[in-house]
């Protein structure tokens, strides 16, 4: 069983920066892939970036170049750091980790971007 539990979100100008973290419980956490999704109004819930549990990243078009996921094992912590935000990025950011059959979602966290 893995928690997560996201924080970092907020409201933020167009053009500005936000960090999101995760950090989720249990032992295994080095051995999950953890990604970040969000879910704008009246839209459904979409892929934004993944880690591998080697470190391989992989980004939603919209995302590459502006956003950069990382993790960091000793302290079972997923970031996302979001650059050059703009008001397209406004919405629920869910972080999830993926191991074997199971999947676990965090509660989510709210980005609201201002133009």
């Known amino acids: 069983q893995v928690q997560l539990v996201e924080s970092g979100g907020g409201l933020v100008q167009a053009g500005g920066s936000l960090r999101l973290s995760c950090a989720a419980s249990?032992?295994?956490?080095?051995?999950?892939?953890m990604g970040w999704y969000r879910q704008a109004p009246g839209k459904e819930r979409e892929f934004v970036a993944t880690?591998?549990?080697?470190?391989?990243?992989s980004y939603a078009q919209s995302a590459k170049g502006r956003f950069t996921i990382s993790r960091d094992n000793a302290n079972n912590t997923v970031y996302l750091q979001m650059n050059s935000l703009k008001p397209d990025d406004t919405g629920v950011y869910y972080c999830?980790?993926?191991?074997?059959?199971?999947?676990?979602w965090g509660q989510g966290t709210q980005v609201t971007v201002s133009s």
């Open positions: 249990g032992r295994t956490f080095s051995s999950y892939a």
């Open positions: 880690i591998s549990w080697s470190g391989l990243r």
């Open positions: 999830r980790a993926t191991g074997g059959q199971y999947t676990y």
